[in-house]
């Protein structure tokens, strides 16, 4: 099925002037309707930038209204079913769903170059044809297009002032840190911390590098497992604003394993003292990194931060140590 979807498309210079038309006009429709649903989503969050998408969104209607009031003197008012998806080679749109939780610059970056994408598809196109007919249709739809890329940097201008800007750009930033970099961190440091007494103690009692590798992979798996779960289950987030629970319960899982696995993997190299060696060293990167992501992302004091993460880990460290030399 997917190999005859691709087999039946047509390519563009086999269009000829109504289709290429009908194409446009189903383009700039879809367009439209890819901002208002970008509009709708930060529209909570983001008023001024919703304002922004719905009056692009209102501009690309003027547009679509122009260019069936062309084709309807032109060829009629049946328009033939033609979209991107028939065309072999014309510019492609992402799915919504796949930007509209990227964050908010991200939108933004996606809706200029949706703009930018159309003008050189129709610029490039245009060079390619040879009637002078087509030729001109294809000029035309390129600065129809450039001309979006300009409204859009003028309505950007109108409603993102620079303080409005400034202030929806932070509102996106706490959120990113709420949802992501906060349970991400919380995990990190779990993961990195609480599975050093197992981990090591398993390591100097057996001094068995299989053995450690097995519990260190069972600590770090079921710590991410518990922390995914209990930090999704915590909080909805409708209350706290801290962002959707499943995104929350995924950072908090995988940073969770992975600052386990970080010194459970370095036992996968036999010598016992080679992999501890490694181990302490990879424990030590870890630290100083949620330290770093402490001053970066929650404004602690680098020094302050290091000491906390430093000292809390060496005593877990050497319990670890204590418990499996005892």
Not at 198 to 212: E, H, K, S
Request: hydrophobic letters at 45%.
């Amino acid at each position: 099925m997917l190999l005859g979807t691709f087999a039946s498309r047509r390519k563009f210079k086999d269009l000829n002037e109504q289709e290429v038309l009908a194409l446009a006009i189903s383009s700039e429709e879809d367009d439209a309707r890819i901002y208002r649903t970008y509009a709708a989503k930060v529209r909570p969050d983001y008023p001024a930038t919703a304002d922004m998408l719905a009056a692009m969104a209102d501009e690309e209607m003027r547009h679509h209204h122009r260019l069936i009031e062309m084709h309807k003197r032109r060829f009629g008012d049946q328009i033939p079913l033609i979209r991107r998806e028939h065309v072999a080679g014309y510019y492609a749109r992402n799915p919504t769903w796949l930007i509209e939780n990227l964050g908010i610059e991200r939108i933004r970056a996606e809706v200029m170059g949706m703009e930018e994408a159309a003008h050189a598809f129709y610029a490039h196109a245009a060079q390619r044809v040879s009637d002078a007919d087509t030729r001109k249709l294809l000029g035309d739809l390129a600065t129809a297009e450039a001309g979006h890329i300009r409204l859009g940097e003028s309505l950007e201008q109108k409603f993102l002032p620079g303080d409005v800007k400034s202030e929806e750009d932070a509102a996106a930033h706490r959120q990113f840190v709420l949802t992501w970099v906060q349970p991400g961190l919380a995990g990190l440091m779990d993961g990195s911390v609480s599975t050093l007494a197992p981990i090591f103690a398993t390591a100097f009692a057996t001094q068995n590098t299989t053995t450690t590798l097995l519990v260190g992979l069972a600590a770090s798996v079921g710590a991410g497992i518990s922390m995914g779960f209990t930090e999704a289950a915590s909080d909805d987030g409708s209350i706290s604003g801290r962002g959707s629970p499943y995104k929350r319960g995924v950072a908090a899982g995988i940073m969770t394993t992975l600052g386990g696995l970080g010194h459970a993997l370095p036992y996968l190299i036999p010598h016992f003292w080679t992999a501890t060696a490694i181990a302490c060293a990879v424990v030590f990167c870890e630290l100083w990194a949620i330290a770093w992501i402490q001053k970066r992302y929650m404004d602690t004091p680098f020094l302050r931060a290091a000491m906390q993460v430093v000292l809390g880990g060496s005593l877990v460290f050497a319990a670890g140590i204590l418990i499996g030399n005892a």
